[in-house]
C-alpha cells in the first residue's frame, strides 16, 4: 500500500489544523479597498480552523512589486511557519501592471523555494476593478481564505517528508 500524505487532513481534530502553527501575512496597500478585503478573508479563515491571532503578524508594502522582499526577510527570520502573500493588481492602460504582477509571482515562487518555508501567492491580476472585488469576497468567494487554507496544508504537507 502507498503511504499517502495530505495537508489537508486534519491530525488533531478536537483543535483546528491552524492551532500551534505562525502566519506572516504580507499585503499589499495599492488597491486596498481589494486587498483589505483578501486580509479579511485570509484572517478569519486562520482563525477559524484555530490559529491563535496573536501568532499571526500583518506586514503591509506599498504595492505587489514590494511583496517578494518583505516575504523574503519574514521566512529568513525563522519564526514563520508560512508567509501569505496578498495583492491585487488591476489592469490599466499601459504594459505596466503586467510587469508588476510578473515582478511578484516570480519573486514570491523564489522566495519559497529558496527558503523552504512555503510562501502563498494570492496576487489578484484582473482585467477590471469588478473581477478582483468578485475574488476579494464577492460573487467568485474570497480567495484570502483560499491563501490561508493553502499556507495551512502546505505547512502540514512539508510537516510530513521527512
Ligand atoms: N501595485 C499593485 O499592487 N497593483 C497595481 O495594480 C499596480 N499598478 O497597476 O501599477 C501596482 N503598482 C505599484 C507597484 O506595485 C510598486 O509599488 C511601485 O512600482 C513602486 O515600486
Redesign the pocket.
Known amino acids: 500500500m502507498p503511504n499517502v500524505h495530505d495537508g489537508a487532513a486534519n491530525p488533531n481534530p478536537e483543535q483546528g489544523p491552524a492551532a500551534g502553527l505562525r502566519f506572516a501575512v504580507v499585503v499589499?496597500r495599492?488597491?486596498d479597498f481589494v486587498t483589505a478585503a483578501l486580509l479579511d478573508g485570509c484572517i478569519d479563515h486562520l482563525e477559524s480552523n484555530g490559529a491563535d491571532p496573536d501568532q499571526i503578524d500583518i506586514y503591509w508594502v506599498?504595492?505587489?512589486?514590494?511583496i517578494p522582499l518583505a516575504a523574503q526577510k519574514c521566512a529568513q527570520t525563522g519564526r514563520f511557519d508560512a508567509v501569505i502573500c496578498l495583492?491585487?493588481?488591476?489592469e490599466?492602460e499601459t504594459d505596466?501592471?503586467r510587469l508588476?504582477v510578473d515582478g511578484?509571482m516570480h519573486g514570491i515562487a523564489r522566495v519559497s523555494l529558496d527558503t523552504g518555508v512555503p510562501v502563498i501567492f494570492e496576487v489578484l491580476a484582473t482585467q477590471t476593478t469588478a473581477l478582483a472585488m468578485a475574488r476579494a469576497g464577492g460573487s467568485a468567494g474570497n480567495k484570502g481564505e483560499e491563501a490561508a487554507q493553502a499556507a495551512i496544508e502546505m505547512t502540514r504537507l512539508l510537516g510530513t517528508i521527512a
Open positions: 499589499s495599492f488597491n506599498p504595492g505587489a512589486f514590494e495583492g491585487a493588481v488591476i490599466g505596466h501592471y508588476v511578484a
